[in-house]
Protein backbone atom coordinates (compact mmCIF):
# COMPACT_ATOMS: atom_id res chain seq x y z
CA UNK A 1 0.00 0.00 0.00
CA UNK A 2 1.17 3.29 -0.89
CA UNK A 3 2.52 5.36 2.41
CA UNK A 4 1.68 8.85 1.11
CA UNK A 5 3.03 10.90 3.80
CA UNK A 6 6.15 9.38 2.70
CA UNK A 7 5.71 10.69 -0.84
CA UNK A 8 7.50 14.10 -0.53
CA UNK A 9 5.27 15.75 -3.79
CA UNK A 10 2.46 14.32 -2.35
CA UNK A 11 3.26 16.92 0.50
CA UNK A 12 4.31 19.90 -1.47
CA UNK A 13 2.77 23.46 -1.52
CA UNK A 14 2.50 25.67 -4.07
CA UNK A 15 1.38 29.40 -3.93
CA UNK A 16 -0.46 28.82 -7.08
CA UNK A 17 -1.15 32.37 -8.73
CA UNK A 18 -3.89 33.22 -11.32
CA UNK A 19 -1.65 32.87 -14.24
CA UNK A 20 -1.25 28.77 -13.08
CA UNK A 21 -4.60 28.51 -13.20
CA UNK A 22 -5.36 29.98 -16.31
CA UNK A 23 -2.09 27.88 -17.89
CA UNK A 24 -3.72 24.55 -16.69
CA UNK A 25 -4.75 22.30 -19.43
CA UNK A 26 -8.30 21.22 -17.61
CA UNK A 27 -9.31 24.57 -16.20
CA UNK A 28 -9.06 25.52 -19.86
CA UNK A 29 -10.33 22.94 -21.38
CA UNK A 30 -13.42 22.57 -18.23
CA UNK A 31 -14.20 26.59 -18.97
CA UNK A 32 -14.16 26.52 -22.72
CA UNK A 33 -16.87 23.22 -22.43
CA UNK A 34 -18.42 24.65 -19.70
CA UNK A 35 -19.15 28.52 -22.00
CA UNK A 36 -19.91 26.14 -25.21
CA UNK A 37 -22.64 24.45 -23.41
CA UNK A 38 -24.42 27.50 -21.70
CA UNK A 39 -24.19 28.95 -25.11
CA UNK A 40 -26.06 26.16 -26.68
CA UNK A 41 -28.61 26.43 -23.79
CA UNK A 42 -29.53 30.23 -24.73
CA UNK A 43 -27.41 31.73 -21.80
CA UNK A 44 -25.62 34.70 -21.82
CA UNK A 45 -21.68 34.43 -21.79
CA UNK A 46 -20.27 32.75 -19.40
CA UNK A 47 -16.58 32.10 -20.44
CA UNK A 48 -13.29 33.62 -19.64
CA UNK A 49 -14.34 37.26 -20.04
CA UNK A 50 -16.97 36.76 -17.31
CA UNK A 51 -14.93 34.85 -15.45
CA UNK A 52 -11.73 37.22 -15.63
CA UNK A 53 -13.86 40.05 -14.82
CA UNK A 54 -15.34 38.43 -11.61
CA UNK A 55 -11.89 37.34 -10.49
CA UNK A 56 -10.78 40.92 -10.86
CA UNK A 57 -13.53 43.06 -9.38
CA UNK A 58 -12.93 40.38 -6.52
CA UNK A 59 -9.44 41.42 -6.38
CA UNK A 60 -10.26 44.80 -6.16
CA UNK A 61 -12.78 45.19 -3.82
CA UNK A 62 -10.77 43.30 -1.08
CA UNK A 63 -7.50 45.68 -2.06
CA UNK A 64 -9.40 48.64 -1.54
CA UNK A 65 -11.09 47.48 1.46
CA UNK A 66 -7.16 46.64 2.99
CA UNK A 67 -7.59 42.81 3.29
CA UNK A 68 -4.39 41.13 2.75
CA UNK A 69 -2.73 40.56 -0.78
CA UNK A 70 -3.00 36.63 -0.65
CA UNK A 71 -6.98 37.31 0.41
CA UNK A 72 -7.18 39.38 -2.69
CA UNK A 73 -5.48 36.81 -4.56
CA UNK A 74 -7.10 34.11 -3.80
CA UNK A 75 -10.45 36.37 -4.67
CA UNK A 76 -9.13 36.48 -8.31
CA UNK A 77 -8.36 32.96 -8.32
CA UNK A 78 -12.19 32.08 -7.08
CA UNK A 79 -13.85 34.68 -9.50
CA UNK A 80 -12.06 32.48 -11.90
CA UNK A 81 -12.98 29.66 -11.55
CA UNK A 82 -16.68 30.24 -10.19
CA UNK A 83 -18.55 29.16 -12.92
CA UNK A 84 -16.26 25.83 -14.13
CA UNK A 85 -19.59 23.93 -13.05
CA UNK A 86 -21.59 24.40 -15.58
CA UNK A 87 -19.57 21.97 -17.18
CA UNK A 88 -21.34 19.79 -15.44
CA UNK A 89 -24.66 21.26 -15.23
CA UNK A 90 -26.16 24.25 -14.46
CA UNK A 91 -28.55 23.24 -12.00
CA UNK A 92 -25.75 23.25 -8.97
CA UNK A 93 -23.36 24.35 -10.79
CA UNK A 94 -21.97 26.13 -7.85
CA UNK A 95 -21.43 22.60 -6.15
CA UNK A 96 -20.32 21.32 -8.46
CA UNK A 97 -17.99 23.50 -9.43
CA UNK A 98 -16.70 23.97 -6.02
CA UNK A 99 -15.63 19.91 -5.82
CA UNK A 100 -14.06 20.28 -9.80
CA UNK A 101 -11.73 23.49 -8.41
CA UNK A 102 -11.18 21.50 -5.20
CA UNK A 103 -9.69 18.42 -7.70
CA UNK A 104 -7.89 20.73 -10.22
CA UNK A 105 -6.40 22.86 -7.63
CA UNK A 106 -4.91 20.37 -5.42
CA UNK A 107 -3.22 18.93 -8.57
CA UNK A 108 -1.70 22.58 -8.41
CA UNK A 109 -0.52 21.34 -4.60
CA UNK A 110 -2.20 24.79 -3.75
CA UNK A 111 -2.12 24.79 0.16
CA UNK A 112 -5.18 23.03 1.79
CA UNK A 113 -6.37 26.25 3.87
CA UNK A 114 -6.62 28.45 0.79
CA UNK A 115 -8.41 25.08 -1.53
CA UNK A 116 -10.78 25.29 1.58
CA UNK A 117 -11.53 29.31 1.13
CA UNK A 118 -11.85 28.75 -2.79
CA UNK A 119 -14.77 25.74 -2.37
CA UNK A 120 -16.85 28.14 -0.01
CA UNK A 121 -16.04 30.92 -2.20
CA UNK A 122 -17.44 29.00 -5.69
CA UNK A 123 -20.09 26.95 -3.83
CA UNK A 124 -21.95 29.92 -2.21
CA UNK A 125 -21.68 32.04 -5.05
CA UNK A 126 -25.68 31.39 -6.68
CA UNK A 127 -28.60 33.59 -5.09
CA UNK A 128 -30.72 30.74 -4.83
CA UNK A 129 -28.94 29.09 -1.96
CA UNK A 130 -25.66 30.85 -1.26
CA UNK A 131 -24.29 32.63 1.38
CA UNK A 132 -21.60 35.24 1.91
CA UNK A 133 -19.07 32.75 3.92
CA UNK A 134 -15.88 34.39 4.29
CA UNK A 135 -14.64 37.73 2.96
CA UNK A 136 -13.39 35.61 -0.56
CA UNK A 137 -16.66 34.15 -1.17
CA UNK A 138 -18.65 37.70 -0.50
CA UNK A 139 -16.17 39.89 -2.93
CA UNK A 140 -16.55 36.78 -5.75
CA UNK A 141 -20.41 37.40 -4.87
CA UNK A 142 -20.51 40.98 -5.46
CA UNK A 143 -18.17 40.71 -8.73
CA UNK A 144 -20.44 37.90 -10.32
CA UNK A 145 -23.81 39.65 -9.58
CA UNK A 146 -22.64 42.94 -10.72
CA UNK A 147 -21.72 41.34 -14.51
CA UNK A 148 -24.45 42.86 -16.63
CA UNK A 149 -23.22 43.87 -20.19
CA UNK A 150 -23.74 44.20 -23.54
CA UNK A 151 -21.04 42.15 -24.64
CA UNK A 152 -22.24 38.95 -22.69
CA UNK A 153 -25.17 39.00 -25.01
CA UNK A 154 -24.67 36.43 -27.66
CA UNK A 155 -27.84 35.50 -29.33
CA UNK A 156 -27.73 38.48 -32.90
CA UNK A 157 -31.51 38.34 -32.97
CA UNK A 158 -32.28 41.35 -31.07
CA UNK A 159 -36.22 40.56 -31.97
CA UNK A 160 -35.67 36.82 -30.25
CA UNK A 161 -34.25 38.27 -26.81
CA UNK A 162 -35.13 37.49 -24.09
CA UNK A 163 -35.56 39.09 -20.82
CA UNK A 164 -31.92 38.41 -19.70
CA UNK A 165 -30.80 39.28 -22.96
CA UNK A 166 -32.41 42.77 -23.03
CA UNK A 167 -31.47 43.65 -19.79
CA UNK A 168 -27.91 42.77 -20.38
CA UNK A 169 -27.46 44.38 -24.12
CA UNK A 170 -29.16 47.38 -22.46
CA UNK A 171 -26.73 47.94 -20.16
CA UNK A 172 -23.83 50.06 -22.02
CA UNK A 173 -21.49 50.40 -18.59
CA UNK A 174 -21.41 48.59 -15.17
CA UNK A 175 -18.81 49.08 -12.65
CA UNK A 176 -18.27 48.63 -8.70
CA UNK A 177 -17.17 51.39 -6.71
CA UNK A 178 -15.32 50.68 -4.01
CA UNK A 179 -15.32 53.30 -1.05
CA UNK A 180 -12.95 52.42 1.44
CA UNK A 181 -13.21 55.44 3.76
CA UNK A 182 -17.17 55.82 3.16
CA UNK A 183 -17.18 51.88 3.73
CA UNK A 184 -19.66 51.65 0.80
CA UNK A 185 -19.84 49.47 -2.56
CA UNK A 186 -21.54 50.82 -4.94
CA UNK A 187 -22.78 49.27 -8.39
CA UNK A 188 -23.32 52.00 -10.81
CA UNK A 189 -24.88 50.80 -14.13
CA UNK A 190 -26.16 52.71 -17.11
CA UNK A 191 -28.59 51.12 -19.03
CA UNK A 192 -30.24 52.40 -22.44
CA UNK A 193 -33.92 52.81 -21.81
CA UNK A 194 -35.01 52.75 -25.04
CA UNK A 195 -33.90 48.89 -25.23
CA UNK A 196 -35.35 47.94 -21.93
CA UNK A 197 -36.87 49.56 -18.44
CA UNK A 198 -35.16 49.95 -15.20
CA UNK A 199 -38.04 48.04 -13.68
CA UNK A 200 -36.48 45.06 -16.28
CA UNK A 201 -33.23 45.53 -14.31
CA UNK A 202 -34.80 45.30 -11.34
CA UNK A 203 -37.35 42.32 -12.54
CA UNK A 204 -34.31 40.41 -13.02
CA UNK A 205 -31.54 41.40 -10.66
CA UNK A 206 -33.25 42.03 -6.97
CA UNK A 207 -32.66 38.56 -5.87
CA UNK A 208 -28.67 39.56 -7.20
CA UNK A 209 -29.46 43.17 -5.45
CA UNK A 210 -30.35 41.46 -2.46
CA UNK A 211 -27.10 38.73 -1.85
CA UNK A 212 -24.51 41.64 -2.93
CA UNK A 213 -26.02 43.39 -0.11
CA UNK A 214 -25.47 40.54 2.23
CA UNK A 215 -21.96 40.47 1.16
CA UNK A 216 -21.08 43.99 1.63
CA UNK A 217 -22.83 44.11 4.92
CA UNK A 218 -19.92 40.64 5.38
CA UNK A 219 -17.22 43.22 4.35
CA UNK A 220 -18.78 46.01 6.75
CA UNK A 221 -19.89 48.01 3.90
CA UNK A 222 -23.31 49.60 2.48
CA UNK A 223 -24.22 48.21 -0.65
CA UNK A 224 -25.76 51.20 -3.23
CA UNK A 225 -27.04 50.84 -7.07
CA UNK A 226 -27.08 53.61 -9.29
CA UNK A 227 -28.52 53.59 -12.26
CA UNK A 228 -28.43 56.32 -15.30
CA UNK A 229 -26.85 58.35 -12.10
CA UNK A 230 -30.01 57.75 -10.26
CA UNK A 231 -29.48 56.83 -6.94
CA UNK A 232 -32.11 53.53 -6.88
CA UNK A 233 -30.91 51.81 -3.48
FE1 LIG B 1 -22.77 31.00 -11.46
FE1 LIG C 1 -21.11 33.81 -12.90
Redesign the pocket.
Known amino acids: MTDYRSNSRANERRLVTLDDVKQDPYIVAFMKRADEQMGLLGYTE?GGRHAGLVGNIGQNILLRLKYPERTAQLAAISGYL??I??VVHREE??HT?AMIAMELLRRLHMDPEEIAIVMGAIGN??EERGDPVGEVCAAVIIG?KSDVHRTRVRNPNTLAFDIHDRVNYAAQRSFVRVDGDRKAITLEVDIDTNISKVMEYFEIFMSRMLISRRAATFLGCAFEVVINKVRLL
Open positions: HHDGNHAGHED
